[in-house]
């Protein structure tokens, strides 16, 4: 672990976690506005899920805006920050680019906070910055610390809400603006740990937006009120989940509009209703974090006991957050045979209860069928009907089946198995399944109009599956939601109309399939399937096997004509030997060393795989050994006037004449790899035409090192094998593609190759970098499948 600390007016230094027992390393300090420059690496102390952990500390006072962004190049960035009180957010991507992370708090309480800066995947390594500002950070909405400053002139807005008073403001050109270009006026509001509050925010000139943060990790948006149809004003209810200000930012929905409003916030809010008992527990907010994490599509199981919290009418409860999405019907069920369950939901602008479930014909388990107002975490409690009940239980977490209220015509779907049409019962289909229905008026509708036909399935993580919709009637459209509230939309497949989603299942759970249309009102019948996937059509025209003819040369014994070099040999026999046991090696392909390493002998096993390798077959082409150059005339190939060759036993083959032997394949996809010193030069001549990709161990006028940490000629011989035997399947799909291979390579190098020198024929000294082109080879392109999903470098 290399860190080189900074310090803010917040006090940066370096800490260890609770449990862990890594060396502190010294504290330097650096001027505010510095970063941290760090690297996770084997060695590191590490999360119990298995992620590398750099752990700091900052001295924090209550109500001190926090801004922390932690960026990488090697790996998918993850943050995390815990304090007093139970005070804990994360984030996983800031920003743009989906693999940064970035944190806006305002902390709760003076006290020591610590932040963690790992990966979003176990094992992950590599150097990281890590930045820390006193106020608001990149990405998205969020309220900056400058509270009522860094205005250009005194417009009326901001300052301190009192509960039941209205204020008023205007947004106006010289306000603070968000960055995506919307004026703000920051407002704070005193709260009470437990408490809810609503706050609302009308305005006549502009579309209000209202976002609220606070102490507890509190951070809710909201664009229109929920009780006003079609209207533009804001209304936002949330719950205190510590005692501290809220920051209230009141804002607009678009980018520069400007005008007056009206603000007020108001205390309490929606209670339990009793659903007809004599009398309902009395819920308290936890005192302390939750007991676990429920997430949408899964089920937990738990026991009420001695040691639990308790309600103050005597109950014990369990509670678990649950991360939801606007809009999202979830179907809770709570249910024990050692108690009788009750089961409770609160939120942002939700709290429900239940005793029993209405459907369950006399049975005491508990059910609650909830839509979800608003994005955001959600708090799900288990707790009995009567005090001081214990036992064991089970709580589960389920997208809802779509079942229409009273009076509504039952949505009109079937499967077709053998001939036979059955009728789909609640919506839940397995994959594999063909559906029939129609879009009819008095279906459920989408807030924007369109009828909509509700499906679940069961699917399983590393699992591909095609979700397809046709119809002769509307412009088909499918929303899939996954267990955890990530939507994926498609409009349109191939044919523009009917829709099509090709997609690996990254969760195991039950998944959502909504059908629906393009257009508000659109109504007719379609057919609907989810179905296992070889990929998108391009890729499901590959066929798995013995498909790689494999051309493998590794010159380690150079009889005198040259320095002999270690492991090169072994990096062709490995290479074979690696996909032979994936099963993918062509018996024809071709494997010479050393003496049989004839520049006559590589071009004789042209000339054989060639005949033998075919349109829909992968040729890979691969060396290890030394490389050359020789001076050429300059031309638009040769740009800096010298020719780069391989190095054979009794020879040369130059970049050249290489091309003239790949001139001579016809095979779907042709890779030439070569490890060996200046062999990027290779790439202007040869990936010159469709299908051919080159992976190359050095720039065209540096050399490249032995891998001698891991006994191989050298690093990308050693990389490429693992990455062909699966390792390279970065999605699990049972596919190396050409932009995974190409990933994993360039992760690998980044990691291992960084700091390993290189230099010119001249002596120049610089650093050996991999270099890929992947010519006209598209990045879903499939160089290889595998023979089974999963990577197992061990196994057949």
Known sequence: MRNVLFSTALSLSLATAPLLTGPAMAQQRLQPGGQVQGELSGGDDQLDSGEFIDVYEVQGRAGQPLSVVMRSADFDTYLMIRGPGDFQEDNDDGGEDGTNSALDVRLPADGTYRITATSYEPGESGRYSLSMTGGQGGGGRAIASNMGGGRG?????????????????????????????????????????????????????????????????????????????????????????????????????????????????????????????????????????????????????????????????????????????????????????????????????????????????????????????????????????????????????????????????????????????????????????TVGGALQAGDEQLDSGEYVDTFTFTGRRGERVAAELTSSAFDAYLILTTPSGEQLDNDDGEDGTNSRLDTVLQEEGEYQVMVTSFAPGETGSYRFSVSPSRGSPRQASVEGGQRVFAIMVGVSDYGGAANDLPYTDEDAEKLAETLQRGGVLNPSSVVLTNAEATVGGVRRA???????????????????????????????????????????????????????????????????????????????????????????????????????????????????????????????????????????????????????????????????????????????????????????????
């Open 153 to 433: 002139q005194q417009n009326s807005g901001g300052g301190m809400l009192q509960p039941g008073r209205e204020a008023s403001g205007v947004l106006a050109q010289g306000d603070r603006q968000l960055q995506a270009g919307e004026y703000a006026d920051d407002w704070e509001l005193q709260v009470r740990r437990g408490q809810t509050y609503t706050v609302s925010l009308d305005a006549g000139d502009f579309d209000a937006y209202l976002m609220v943060r606070g102490p507890g990790g509190l951070s809710e948006d909201n664009d229109d009120d929920p009780g006003q149809r079609g209207g533009r004003n804001s209304r936002l209810t949330f719950t205190a989940t510590a005692d501290g200000v809220v920051n209230i930012a009141a804002t607009s929905f678009g980018s520069g509009e400007t005008g007056r409003y009206q603000i007020l916030a108001e205390s309490g809010g929606r209670s339990y209703g009793d659903n007809g008992r004599p009398q309902q527990p009395a819920y308290q907010p936890p005192t302390r974090q939750a007991d676990g994490v429920l997430q949408v599509g899964q089920s937990v199981n738990g026991a009420l006991g001695q040691g639990d919290r308790q309600l103050t009418s005597g109950e014990y409860v369990n509670t678990y957050t649950l991360r939801g999405r606007r809009g999202q019907q979830l179907d809770l069920r709570l249910s024990s045979s050692a108690f009788d369950p009750y089961l409770m939901i609160e939120g942002p602008g939700l709290a429900e209860a239940n005793d029993d479930d209405p459907d369950g014909d006399g049975v005491r388990d508990s059910r609650l069928l909830v839509t979800l107002p608003q994005d955001g975490e959600y708090r799900v409690s288990a707790t009995s009907y009567e005090a001081g009940e214990q036992g064991s239980y089970r709580l589960s977490a389920m997208l809802s089946d779509g079942r229409a209220p009273q009076g509504r015509p039952r949505q009109d779907s079937y499967v077709e198995t053998r001939g036979q049409r059955q009728d789909v019962r609640g919506g839940n289909i397995s994959i594999g399944a």
């Open 606 to 796: 042209f000339q054989q795989v060639a005949r033998e390798a075919g349109p829909d077959d992968m040729f890979l082409f691969f060396f290890s050994g030394h490389g050359s150059q020789e001076d050429a005339q300059a031309s638009s190939q040769e740009p800096d006037g010298r020719m780069e060759s391989i190095v054979l036993r009794d020879g040369e083959i130059t970049d050249q004449e290489m091309a003239q032997l790949f001139d001579g394949l016809n095979t779907r996809l042709s890779l030439l790899v070569l490890d060996s010193c200046f062999s990027g030069g290779f790439a202007r001549n040869v990936v010159d035409r469709p299908g051919v990709m080159g992976l190359f161990s050095s720039e065209e006028d540096l050399t490249s090192a032995v891998a001698d940490k891991f006994e191989a000629g050298g690093y990308l011989s050693h990389f490429l094998r693992a990455g062909l035997a699966g390792a390279g399947d970065v999605d699990g799909d049972g596919m190396v593609t050409a932009g995974e291979l190409a990933t994993y390579l360039r992760r690998q190098f980044v990691a291992e190759v960084e700091n390993v020198e290189a230099e010119t024929m001249e002596g120049q000294r610089n650093y050996q970098n991999l270099v890929i082109d992947r010519g006209g080879v598209q990045v879903d392109d499939v160089v290889l499948r595998l023979a089974s999903n999963g990577y197992n470098a061990g196994s057949h």
